[in-house]
C-alpha cells in the first residue's frame, strides 16, 4: 500500500464550482472499506470493455478515498458556474485539413504533468498550462509559469475551493496580469496572499482568448485545436476516479462538469478516434499523466465548454 492518509484530511477542494471545506477522518478500517468498494467499482466499470481499445480501471492513487472524498477533493459538488459568451466574440477557425493523428507534444511545446494535489486548482492548472504551450508556440521558451499566482490573484474564483477556467481567462484578459515564472511563485497547494510585481518584471499576459460550444462538431473543435494551440476543456471526471488506460467512452456524462483539463491532441488511426488529454493528477496517473477520450460523441462533455487562449 501507498502511504497512509494523515489521520484528518482537510479537504478545501473542489475543481469547478464554490467549494466547501471538509474534514475525513482516516482510519485503516475506512481505507479498507474504501478499497473494497474500489475493486467492485473496477468489476462494473471494466464489464463495459469489448475490444483492447476501451478504457480499463483498477487500483491507482485514489483508489483508497471513497467517491465522496474523491470528489470533494478534485470535482467539486455544482456543474461548471463558467459565463457564456456570444458566436459574436468568438475568434473564426480555419478551415485547414485534419490529419489522421496530431499532437503538440510532438512539436515539444507542451510541458511534462504536473500534479495538483490536494488543492482543487484544475481551472488554474489547465489555463496556466495552455498559455505555456501557445507561447512555445509562437518560438519563445517552453517555461512553466505560475499556477499559484492565479489560484492566489483570481479574484473571481476561490483558489484552491474551485474555479472556472472561462473566469480566469477573463481576469487574465481584463487586468493584462503577467504571470511570472514557476520559480519566482512556486505552487504550494494551498490558498495565499497575492503577490503582486512591478510593472518591470517580466512576464507573460495574454491578448485574448475565445471560447466555444462544439458539441456535435468535434472536427471544428479538432481544426481549432491544430490553429490556436492546446484547448482547455470542462469534463465530468467522476468515473476517472479509477482510469489506468484505454479509451474512455462510458460512465460519464455531459452537462456535468466538474473538471478542467488541456486537450493537446487527437488520434484517428484506430478504430476508436480519441482525443489526448493533459490532466493535473500527476504523471503516475493514467497514460502518464494523459488521458485518451473518445472523439465524436461528446464523451464526458468534452466539446461543450473548450477555450482557446492568445498571447
Known amino acids: 500500500m501507498k502511504s497512509r492518509w494523515a489521520t484528518l484530511l482537510l479537504l478545501c477542494c473542489c475543481c469547478l464550482g464554490h467549494g466547501v471545506a471538509r474534514t475525513w477522518p482516516r482510519s485503516h478500517q475506512r481505507e479498507a472499506a474504501a478499497l473494497r468498494e474500489s475493486l467492485n467499482r473496477h468489476r462494473y466499470l471494466n464489464s463495459f ?16 478515498l471513497s467517491p465522496e472524498e474523491f470528489k470533494a477533493l478534485y470535482l467539486g459538488s455544482k456543474p461548471a458556474w463558467s459565463p457564456r459568451y456570444p458566436a459574436a466574440g468568438q475568434t473564426p477557425i ?84 503577467k504571470l511570472v515564472e514557476d520559480s519566482e511563485y512556486p505552487f504550494k497547494a494551498e490558498n495565499g496572499l497575492c ?20 458539441s456535435g462538431q468535434e472536427d471544428e473543435m479538432a481544426k481549432a485545436l491544430l490553429s490556436f494551440g492546446p484547448l482547455v476543456v470542462i469534463v465530468d471526471a467522476v468515473s476517472w476516479q479509477d482510469y489506468l488506460g484505454g479509451v474512455i467512452q462510458h460512465h460519464c456524462s455531459s452537462g456535468e462538469a466538474n473538471h478542467a483539463v488541456l486537450i493537446t491532441g487527437f488520434d484517428k488511426t484506430g478504430n476508436t478516434p480519441y482525443w489526448i488529454v493533459h490532466n493535473s493528477w500527476g504523471n503516475s496517473w493514467g497514460i502518464e499523466g494523459y488521458a485518451h477520450v473518445k472523439m465524436g460523441d461528446n464523451v464526458c462533455g468534452i466539446a461543450d465548454s473548450v477555450s482557446a487562449v492568445f498571447v
Open 195 to 214: 503577490r503582486y510585481f512591478p510593472q518591470s518584471q517580466s512576464g507573460v499576459s495574454i491578448k485574448d482568448f475565445s471560447a466555444y460550444d462544439f
Open 49 to 64: 470493455s469489448h475490444d483492447n481499445s476501451t478504457a480499463f480501471y483498477g487500483l491507482n492513487q485514489f483508489s483508497y
Open 94 to 177: 480555419p478551415n485547414v485539413s485534419l490529419p489522421l493523428r496530431f499532437d503538440w507534444r510532438d512539436k515539444h511545446v507542451v510541458n511534462q504533468v504536473r500534479n495538483q494535489k490536494m488543492c482543487g486548482g484544475c481551472w488554474a492548472f489547465s489555463v496556466v498550462s495552455a498559455i505555456e504551450s501557445t507561447c512555445a508556440i509562437q518560438g519563445k521558451p517552453l517555461d512553466y509559469l505560475s499556477v499559484q499566482q492565479v489560484i492566489d490573484c483570481s479574484f473571481n474564483n476561490y483558489g484552491c475551493s474551485g474555479g472556472s477556467p472561462l473566469s480566469a481567462l477573463s481576469w487574465l484578459n481584463e487586468t493584462q496580469v
